[in-house]
C-alpha cells in the first residue's frame, strides 16, 4: 500500500511539473501584460512600461521566470495579481470557499437523484417511463448551461419574485404538476394496469393537495415546517430507509429508525430555545449534528441482535436528514423578516452575486440570504449534471441485472430489494466511481460558464478574470490546483474500486 501510494504520488508530481512547464510557456505566448500601456496616449507611457516590466521582470528570459515563479510556488508564494496588487493566495482562498458553496450541493444533488433515477429507469427498461427518462436526459445534456440560465432567471428568478408580491392559484399549472406526479410514479412504481391506476390517481391527489393548500393557505409567505412537519417527515422516512435497505420485516431495524424519529421531533422544541438564546455558528452546527448522529447510532446498538450494524445505519441516515430538516426550519423561521428588508425590496430570489450587498443579518437570516442566491446556478448545474449520472447509472445497472449472480440470487428465492440493493446497485456504482470523485473533488475549480452568467466570483471567475486580465500568476494557480485536485480524484477512484469490489485489491 505504501508503495502504490508513493508511486502515484512521485508520478502526480513528475506529472505536475511537466503541466507547469507546458503551461507557462503557452502563457508566455498568449498573454502580453504590456498590451494596455502600449495603446495608452499617457505622456509617460515609456516610464509606466518600464515599471511593469520591472514588476514582473519581463526583461528575463520566459523559462528563467518560470523557474522563479515555481521556486516561490513550492514555498508557499503563489505569486502576485499584479492588476489589483492582492496576493494570489488571498484572492484564491476566498474563491475557493465561494465555488464550494456554489458547485458542492449541485453535485451531491445530481448524483443522488442521477442514481436514483438511473437506477429506476433501469428497473423499468423498454417501458414508456424508461423512454420519457432517456429522452429527457439526452435532453438536459444537451443543452447549453449559459441558455439554461438565462431561462432560469426569466422564469424562475422574475417569475417567483413577481408571485411572491401578488400571490395566487394558477389552477391549470396546479392540475398539470399533480398530473405530472401521477404518471411518474406510476411508471416508476410499475406493476400491472390496475396497480399503476392507483398509484396515479394517489400521487395526483397527494399532489394536489399539497400544492393548492400551500397556495391557500398562504404558507409561501410564511414557509416553515415546525414540530409536525418533522415528526411526519422523520416517521415517514424511518419506514422508507428501513424498507430500502434492511426490509420491514426486521423489527429491530424499523424499530431503531422508528426511535431515531421520535427522538428527533421531541428535540425540535428544546432546539428551539438553544437557537434562540445562543448565538449560532457552523461549530454548533457540526457539533450538535455529531451528537445526533452518536446517538442514532446508540440506540441502533441498543436494540442488540445480530445485525446490530443495519440497526444502527439506518438509525444515522434518520437522525442525520431529520438534523437537516430542522434545521431548514429554523432557517425559514426568518423568512419574513428577510423578505421586508429594504436591501431585498420583496425580492428574494437573487440573479447574481454571493450575498445581498449591505444586508445586516444574524447566522440565520445570513443561511436563507446564502440560498436565495444559490437557488439559481444550483438548478441550472443540477439539471445538467444529473443527465449525465443518469445515463451511466442506467447503462451500468442494465449490464449488472443480465449478469449470471443476479439470476442465481433471485433462483435461489432472494427477495427483489435484497438483489437490487445488496448485489445489483454496489456492482452498478462501479463505472461511477472513476466519475464522482472527479466530479466532486475537482469542484474546487469552480464551475466557470456559471459563475461568470451569475456573477460569482469563484475560481471559474478567478480563472476568467486573471486570463483576460494577462495575469500569469492566478492562471498558473489555478492550472495547479485544478492539475492535482484531478490526480487526487484518479487516486480516490481507485480506493473507491477497492472498498465497492473486494475482489479488487489496491496492491495489485
Partial sequence: MVRFIARRLGLAVGTLLVLSFLMYGLLELALDPLADLRENPA????????????LLHLDLPWYQRYVMW????????????????????????GAIVTSVQLVFAATIIAILLGVTIGVISALRQYTTFDYTITFASFLLYSLPIFWVAVLLKQFLAI????FLNDPGVNWP?????????????????????????????????????????TLLSGWVLNPQIGIVGVGV??????????????????????????????????????????????????WWMFGLLAVALLA????????????????????????????????????????????????????PIATIGAHTPGLRADFWMGQLDRWTHLLLPTVALVLISFATYTRYERGAMLEVLNQDYIRTARAKGLSERVVIVRHALRNALMPLASIVPVDFITLIGGAVITETIF??????????????????????????????LAMVANLVADFLYAVIDPRIRVDA
Fill in 43 to 54: 505622456p509617460n507611457r515609456e516610464e509606466m512600461i518600464a515599471n511593469r516590466v520591472r
Fill in 233 to 282: 417527515v422523520s416517521l415517514a422516512l424511518a419506514f422508507g430507509i428501513t424498507a430500502l435497505f434492511a426490509g420491514l420485516n426486521n423489527k429491530r431495524a424499523l424499530y431503531s429508525a422508528l426511535t431515531t424519529a421520535v427522538v428527533g421531533t421531541i428535540v425540535w422544541y428544546p432546539l428551539q430555545f438553544l437557537f434562540f438564546y445562543v448565538e449560532m455558528n457552523w
Fill in 159 to 162: 417569475g417567483m419574485n413577481d
Fill in 70 to 93: 515555481l521556486t516561490s510556488f513550492v514555498q508557499g508564494d503563489f505569486g502576485l495579481a499584479w492588476r489589483t496588487m492582492q496576493p494570489v493566495g488571498v484572492l484564491a482562498r
Fill in 173 to 213: 399549472l396546479v392540475i398539470a404538476l399533480s398530473i405530472v406526479s401521477g404518471l411518474f410514479w406510476a411508471g416508476a412504481l410499475g406493476g400491472r394496469r390496475d396497480k399503476k391506476l392507483k398509484v396515479f390517481a394517489g400521487a395526483l391527489v397527494v399532489t394536489f393537495g399539497v400544492l393548492a393548500g
Fill in 455 to 484: 456573477s460569482w466570483a469563484g475560481m471559474g471567475r478567478l480563472f476568467i478574470d486573471s486570463l483576460f486580465g494577462q495575469e500569469v500568476d492566478p492562471v498558473m494557480f489555478y492550472i495547479m490546483l485544478t492539475g492535482a
Fill in 296 to 347: 442514532a447510532v446508540g440506540i441502533g446498538w441498543a436494540y442488540g441482535g445480530p445485525d446490530r450494524a443495519v440497526s444502527a445505519r439506518g438509525a444515522m441516515i434518520v437522525a442525520l436528514i431529520t438534523s437537516v430538516l430542522i434545521f431548514i426550519d429554523r432557517v425559514l423561521q426568518t423568512w419574513g423578516q428577510y423578505f421586508n428588508t429594504a436591501e431585498i425590496n420583496h425580492r
